[in-house]
């Protein structure tokens, strides 16, 4: 059975897509970039704050199906400049204190409103 997520503490898709979907009890989390929710801009004052941001959507999307951090088991990360790897592993790191998911980060040409980082995660009850 397939259940949308949707929270208004996440911002809003900005295409023809979903926060997340839950399926049984696994829950499929949207790339999550740092849109502030309430403003609906992009925070991009620096990459901690950035990657802080997407990360606190994605909270909030798992916070709305009951989840949290520790329900995560696979975390894809996609980063504009592979160059800013180490600074995102560090704040991400901070997420996640044990247990930590499978993942994996992949360097792209480009990410929707100009992002430097995009998050997204399968987590399951």
Known sequence: MKKIIQTSS???????????????????????IAIDPVSGHMIQDNLVIETKQALENARAILQAADMDFSNVVKATIFILDMANFVTINEVYATYFKSDFPARETVAVAGLPKGANVEISFIAVK
């Open 10 to 32: 996440a911002p809003a898709p900005i295409g023809p897509y979903n926060q997340a979907v839950l399926v049984d009890n696994t829950l499929y989390v949207s790339g999550q």
